[in-house]
């Protein structure tokens, strides 16, 4: 079967030396940077040893994706999204057990937050810049309520470098009301701002971000020879409904294989075998990729 291929860990393997040295996990700082620019990070949070093994899983996973008819969602030129069998990554449990992890989750969502996605995104060489965008209109918990429900993390597999087309975030925009537009990307006229706002990160293997989906954002145009992977895992508070655009299932072996705690946490179907994943997640907007010359929101 699937799993017995993939040489999966439970909870009750995990080992210590892939975890960088435990930190005050401070609160005050968690919810000020994801209420505040909508961005923080977790530095060295894994050996470089563990995210290549993650590499690995994922280099698999994105060939099975790209041979299977609608496994791989376009993103723009050269730019995919995948999503996947949690139990198909063979550190899947140590990521979603990361102390970091768990803190964030717990002080931005609640005691009884819930995993709802897994899968990775690849911008290939070629890649375009994306337009600016959120990855999902605003809810009214965010736009009424003021309050973050949902988080996405991120963990790159390479070593980002400035050619390979880095993530960047206009800091502070989760608030933005896009009201009488596109509720997910903004007019170009509001383009200027978000260059002027715009922060490049070039995380580093190890390190793992979180942010507020709803923060302006995009991918950069890829001018490297080399792809740039990156694990995703979306989280919901309660309330949150993002869940409903996502197949998440685990075999019924792996699901009682885990921990109590760790089954609370996750929202998905346990299944016998599991079935190839329809990608529903398409985002229109992001087909076509943007050209340089466009980048200040010219035509």
């Known amino acids: 079967m699937i799993r017995d291929r993939m040489h999966r860990r439970t909870i009750m393997d995990l080992d210590s030396r892939n975890r960088a040295a435990p930190t005050d996990y401070n609160e005050a700082a968690i919810m000020g940077g ?5 961005f923080i990070a977790c530095k060295g949070a894994f ?12 280099a698999v996973l ?19 999204y995948v999503e996947i069998h949690p139990e198909r990554l063979r ?16 002080h931005i969502l609640g005691p009884d937050y819930r995993i709802v996605e897994a899968g990775f995104d690849v911008p290939g060489p070629g890649a375009l810049h994306q337009p600016w965008h959120r990855d999902f209109p605003s809810p009214e918990a965010t736009l ?26 206009a800091p502070g925009t989760q608030w933005d009301d896009l009201a009488g537009g596109d509720p997910m990307f903004p007019a170009r006229e ?13 995380a580093k293997m190890g390190d793992i971000s979180a942010r507020s989906a709803l923060t302006i954002h995009r ?20 309330d949150a409904r993002n869940a409903d655009k996502h197949d998440l299932q685990l075999t019924r072996g792996y699901y ?23 990608q529903e997640h398409t985002i229109e907007g992001l087909l076509m990729g943007v050209s340089p010359g466009e980048r200040m929101g010219g035509v």
Not at 34 to 38: K, S
Not at 64 to 80: C, K, Q, S, T
Not at 153 to 162: A, G, P, Y
Not at 270 to 278: F, W
């Open 144 to 169: 009424k309520g003021r309050r973050l429900n949902s988080l996405a993390f991120n963990i790159t597999t390479v070593d980002v470098t400035e050619d390979m087309g880095p993530f960047e975030i």
């Open 47 to 58: 050996s470089r040893e563990w995210v290549q093994q993650l590499g690995e899983d994922i």
């Open 190 to 202: 509001l383009w200027p701002r978000y260059e002027a706002l715009a922060q490049r990160k070039l």
């Open 62 to 80: 994105f060939q099975e994706a790209l041979a299977r008819p609608g496994g791989a969602l376009g993103r723009g030129p050269n730019r995919y």
């Open 91 to 106: 550190g899947f449990v140590d990521i979603i057990t990361h102390p970091w992890v768990v803190a964030v989750c717990r």
């Open 34 to 38: 994801l209420y505040g620019d909508g």
């Open 219 to 238: 991918g950069t145009a890829n001018q490297s020879d080399k792809s740039r992977p990156v694990f995703v895992l979306g989280v919901d508070a309660p």
């Open 256 to 278: 009682d294989s885990l921990p109590e705690e760790v089954r609370h946490h996750i929202t998905c179907r346990v299944v016998e075998t599991l079935d190839p994943i329809v």
